[in-house]
């Protein structure tokens, strides 16, 4: 379940390889498993089932660590483009005890969690389930943690010709996702709109040279 380490991936992928080789397993690999991604997006509905979960919450936590972090912050931006309620806990603005604190009814939690699965993540979302909350989770493995305990999960691929696991996949299903559930928000339109006019009302983007 527990995958290897990027050291373990460094010594077996990318040590004592010219970066000729290296640059064309890497492209290779990646062409595959964004083949692979897509094949899976086109087959299962794991991500429609999420994106209705996502918006008929009232409020929308999104959890991650480590790398994970990165990827729960991006799916956090895209949907709070378009929906209200959207909080990142990120341990700094939005610490995990405050959330735990306040589940309430209509409140949904995503979570993310690749190997090697962050012992953070996993404590926190499983107190959130055991506390009433509903747990949406996006892993890499079946058999990963929380698998049992979320509502709704999609299970992607992060197989890497590198040390580090391939963000690829992860990435096609974080927008596919933050564009099914903006879709399907009633308000979205509205919301993306005034948003677009307080950004230039703010000055907040330079114009193209």
Same mark, same amino acid.
């Given at each position: ?14 040590q ?26 086109a087959?299962?509905?794991?991500i429609e089932?999420?994106a209705?979960?996502?918006? $008929? ?7 991650g ?20 309620g ?8 939005l ?8 589940i ?22 499983e ?16 058999d ?23 963000p690829? $996949? ?13 879709? $399907? ?20 983007y330079?114009?193209?040279?």
């Open positions: 379940m527990t995958g290897s380490s990027p050291a373990e991936r460094f010594d077996r992928n990318v004592r390889r010219s970066a000729q080789v290296l640059k064309q397993r890497v492209l290779d690999q990646q062409r595959e498993a964004f083949e692979k991604a897509l094949a899976w997006a087959e299962h509905d794991a089932q999420a209705a979960r996502i918006v $008929s919450a009232r409020r929308r936590y999104l959890l660590n480590g790398k994970s972090l990165s990827y729960a912050s991006l799916l956090a931006a895209d949907l709070g483009a378009g929906l209200s959207v909080h990142l806990v990120d341990g700094s603005h610490r995990p005890l405050d959330v735990l604190g306040d309430r009814q209509g409140d949904l939690m995503v979570a993310i969690l690749m190997s090697r699965y962050r012992r953070e993540t996993v404590d926190v979302a107190a959130y389930v055991a506390h009433g909350g509903e747990l949406v989770l996006i892993t890499d493995a079946d990963a943690p929380l698998t049992g305990r979320a509502t709704t999960r999609i299970v992607i691929g992060t197989d890497t010709a590198s040390y580090a696991s391939s690829t $996949s992860v990435v096609l299903a974080l927008h596919l996702l933050a564009t099914l559930t903006i879709a $399907s928000s009633k308000g979205a339109g509205r919301r993306l709109h005034e948003r677009d006019a307080l950004a230039a009302e703010l000055g907040l330079r114009d193209p040279a």
